[in-house]
């Protein structure tokens, strides 16, 4: 593989149930990031990581979580989900925090019911 | 607060020029990034400003003014796989993007 691969590509997901969204980077970007996209809104920022080991909350984590036990695996979890959690989820690397460019993997699209 | 504004949709003519404005208020400024998303993708990076002035690449040029808190995306020669959302980001003093709702582009014959 070469970029960045998201699972499920979609998912419908009862209200009250776990789910976990998975992401793989193969190009060995130290900085990773967690976003969501609703219709006539803005991509917002979830969570983020600077590098393996560290994660930072960001515009909108309440009901979300990540782990960053590795460079490649940045792992998205609603510990029980509501219905306003339905979004399309992207998950984004770039080389370094800062200025560097974000690249898109190509996102989960959940239903909450 | 920290916003991004720019249209929400514009129509133009396959062949013809079309400019895409972006107005921003943020706290503090990194850069300002344009990206391209087809319908159902994801984003894909089109252009990075820091400095004042306008940065070409090919079919697409893009132009910021820092004072004025602006920055425009001018795409020429328009095709029809123009027909896409253009989404304009700027990176805040936190090095965070703050995303605009973006605009979409319709291209017609």
């Avoid at chain 1, 979890?77 to 080389?95: H, K």
């Avoid at chain 2, 990076?45 to 995306?73: I, Q, T």
Wanted: net charge neutral; hydrophobic share 35%.
């Amino acid at each position: 593989i070469a970029g960045i691969t998201q699972a499920p590509t979609s998912q419908i997901l009862a209200a009250g149930r776990r789910m976990t969204l998975r992401c793989t980077q193969d190009m060995r970007h130290n900085a990773m990031y967690w976003y969501r996209q609703d219709l006539g809104l803005g991509l917002r920022l979830i969570h983020y990581s600077n590098t393996a080991g560290t994660t930072g909350k960001g515009e909108v984590p309440d009901g979300y979580s990540v782990s960053r036990a590795n460079t490649d695996d940045f792992p998205l979890t609603l510990a029980s989900a509501v219905p306003s959690q339905t979004s399309v989820y992207f998950c984004a690397s770039s080389p370094a925090a800062g200025t560097d460019t974000q690249y898109f993997g190509p996102g989960t699209r959940l239903t909450v019911l | 607060g920290q916003n991004i504004d720019q249209p929400t949709e514009m129509t133009a003519t396959e062949g013809a020029i079309v400019q895409i404005n972006c107005t921003y208020q943020t706290s503090g400024f990194n850069g300002l990034f344009w990206y391209q998303q087809h319908a159902g993708e994801a984003p894909t990076f089109l252009s990075y400003n820091v400095l004042d002035g306008l940065e070409e690449k090919g079919r697409f040029s893009s132009f910021l003014s820092r004072s004025k808190g602006y920055s425009y995306l001018l795409l020429k020669e328009l095709q029809m796989k123009d027909s896409a959302s253009y989404l304009c980001a700027v990176m805040d003093s936190n090095y965070q993007l703050i995303w605009g709702a973006g605009t979409k582009l319709i291209i017609k014959p």
